[in-house]
């Protein structure tokens, strides 16, 4: 799985300077992995290998990949580098910046301690689809109350809670646009835990984003904290963002694409 620490934008990131430096992946030296081991999460996500996946089909024993993704090893020894290429060229079929999410999105959700992707049956994802669900009725916000309160007020139509996928359940769903409303309220007064929230918020998007390219997603967020840019930087998959429900209200009604009676 890619680890926590690498955000989803840094990932991206990544993937497009590697695009470039390899021609379009055409052409692999090992001074790409050498200069930069970090790269080597991009390729290994690309591939849909686990850690331990990729450690086997080299054939080395080498316990330093998770050092090598995250930039605790800023360079790698050219002997390495040419034993990582010479399967990262074998295998490496699919550069698609659409295949490297998906698949980080597949090993976010392995290792996610619910139920192995591999075991996806539909009996176990109905099962989770119903917990979640029913742990979700039980623990409304106040900050979904008041917008739950608002979108009926105004006889918007939408859907709370709601399963678009069977993994995938999102806050509020809007279906004549259709709209998809994430929702997040942070309290917390440390930097580092608000940056945590919102990779977890901006990991919902991408992987709503991935797989329903053509619904808007946005998010509420209230904030005791300002947003700084990274913060926003972060939140790129969505089309919008607001800080008040008030303001997310506002714009719906004075959008042409929610017919109000």
């Known amino acids: 799985m890619p680890p926590t620490s690498v955000t989803t934008n840094k990932l991206i ?18 001074n790409v992995l050498e200069n ?11 591939l849909g290998l686990s850690q331990n996946e990729l450690e086997k089909a080299i054939g080395l024993n080498s316990k330093n990949i998770s050092k090598y993704e995250l930039g605790k090893i800023k360079k790698m020894r050219k002997k390495t580098a040419e034993r990582f290429l010479r399967i990262i060229r074998k295998k490496l079929s ?7 999410i998906n698949n980080a999105i597949r090993m976010q959700n392995e290792s996610s301690g619910w139920f192995k992707a591999n075991n996806d049956t539909s ?28 979108l009926i007020k105004h006889n918007i139509k939408y859907k709370r809670n709601y399963p678009i996928r069977n993994n995938i359940i999102v806050d509020f769903y809007i279906p004549e646009i259709p709209l998809i409303i994430e929702c997040k309220k942070l ?4 930097p580092q835990g608000q940056r945590r929230k919102i990779m977890e918020l901006a990991y919902q998007a991408y992987r709503i984003r991935y797989l329903y390219p053509k619904y808007k997603i ?12 990274r913060d926003i ?17 506002m714009w719906l009604l004075q959008s042409t694409e929610v017919s109000m009676p």
Do not use: H
Request: charge should be positive; hydrophobic fraction near 35%; aromatic fraction near 6%.
């Open 13 to 30: 990131n990544d993937y497009k300077e590697l695009k470039e430096l390899t021609e379009n992946f055409t052409n692999l030296q090992s």
């Open 233 to 249: 930087d972060e939140l790129v998959p969505f089309d919008k963002i607001f800080k008040s429900t008030d303001s997310l209200i």
């Open 123 to 150: 009996k176990a994802l109905e099962a989770r689809r119903k917990s979640a669900i029913k742990t979700l009725s039980k623990s409304k916000t106040q900050q979904e109350n008041v917008l739950e309160t608002l």
């Open 187 to 190: 309290t917390t007064a440390k």
């Open 218 to 229: 946005i998010a509420l967020i209230e904030t005791k904290l300002p947003l700084r840019k």
């Open 94 to 100: 699919n550069t698609s910046k659409s295949n490297l």
């Open 36 to 46: 930069k081991p970090s790269y080597l999460l991009v390729f290994r996500l690309m």
